[in-house]
């Protein structure tokens, strides 16, 4: 294995009230639209829905893509590529 080195730029909130701030913290990004992914567990507990409250309540256009299990496999991976491949040509046109 050759040597290498990472500096990871990842900002991670954590803690009581974080999901409330998600359309904030999605705005300071720049968002205007994005593609919520959860597992059919996430939405059952109403996870995914607080995240698209947050994020519309910010003004950003939300999709959702749930046809994941807890341990995805490829073909789960490819079905939400696909999704998220559809709404940038809808968005966008074609894809370059």
């Known amino acids: 294995m050759r040597p290498f080195e990472l500096e990871s730029r ?3 909130v954590f803690g009581p009230g974080a999901l409330g ?3 904030a913290l999605a705005r300071e990004l720049g968002f205007a639209r994005t593609l919520v992914v959860s597992d059919p567990g996430v939405v ?3 996870y995914a829905a ?3 409250r947050a994020l ?3 003004g950003i256009a ?3 893509f749930s046809a994941f299990d807890h341990d995805p496999t490829s073909a ?3 079905a ?3 999704v998220a491949r559809a709404l940038t040509t809808r968005l966008h046109g074609r894809l370059r």
């Open 44 to 46: 059952a507990a109403g």
């Open 21 to 23: 701030r998600l359309g």
């Open 62 to 64: 939300v999709s959702t």
């Open 76 to 78: 789960m991976a490819d």
């Open 10 to 12: 990842t900002r991670l």
């Open 56 to 58: 519309e309540s910010a």
């Open 50 to 52: 607080r995240a698209c």
């Open 80 to 82: 939400g590529a696909s």
